[in-house]
């Protein structure tokens, strides 16, 4: 594997209370890594930092091998896209002038942004949609269009911050075609959820993080193995490794 992110002691504070207790982990070329906790975890203070919204209280990263600031590099935003849990659309526009809008924004010219944002509807599966007003779209389809605004530009890493959650079956499946349709363009992605079932079935590595910490990260399988738990799946492991039942969390 090829490392395309570095993570090492990532800190965030928000006063005296510590969100991120200095977290270290790598994000591979190509590969699907889920952050996988409750509410309350870290995950989203942990992708703010990595997507550059944030400034961390502590910690460093590396691109590619080389040291780089999410929130300070030029590069960063062409490298790196988020998907941010509350949705960034306009309603009053169609789902077409969107993503033209946003991939404008992202930097492209006005041809490129007319191509990406033919090629976004159709990651979304919005095409036959496209000069609807997203105001008449259902909460599932505005997540699916909110993904594509992320993927605009078409970043080697995309951040995606719990993108199924209150979304019809329907959608959610939409949702996982698009993210396999990526990867198997070999972008990488890190994918935050709570849902258990998403995180073993989607991610190619799970990290498990609770009250700021990562308490374990591998695939499904050697997470269990690690835990004492062959065999076992990921919502045993979670308990086990947490204390928690991550369905009431
Ligand atoms: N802007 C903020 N100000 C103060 N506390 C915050 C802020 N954002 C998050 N927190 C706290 O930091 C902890 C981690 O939150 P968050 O990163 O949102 O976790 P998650 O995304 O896993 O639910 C929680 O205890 C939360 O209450
Ligand atoms: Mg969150």
Known sequence: METLLRVTDLLVRYGERVAVGGISFTIERGEILGLLGPNGAGKTSTISCISGLREPDGGRFAF????????????????????????????DLTADENLRFFARIAGLGSADARAAADRGLALAGLADRKGDRVGTFSGGMKRRLNLAAGDLHRPALLVLDEPTVGVDPQSRQHIFDALERLKAEGRSLLYTTHYMEEAQRLCD???????????????????AERAGLPGANLETVFLRLTGKQLRDA
Request: net charge negative; charged share 20%.
């Open 64 to 91: 590619d091998g080389s040291p780089f600031a999410p929130s300070a590099d030029a590069s960063a935003r062409a490298r790196i896209g988020l998907v941010p849990q509350s949705l960034a659309l306009y309603d």
């Open 205 to 223: 590595r799970i990290a498990i993080m609770d009250e700021g910490r990562i308490l374990d990260v591998g695939p499904a399988a050697a997470l």
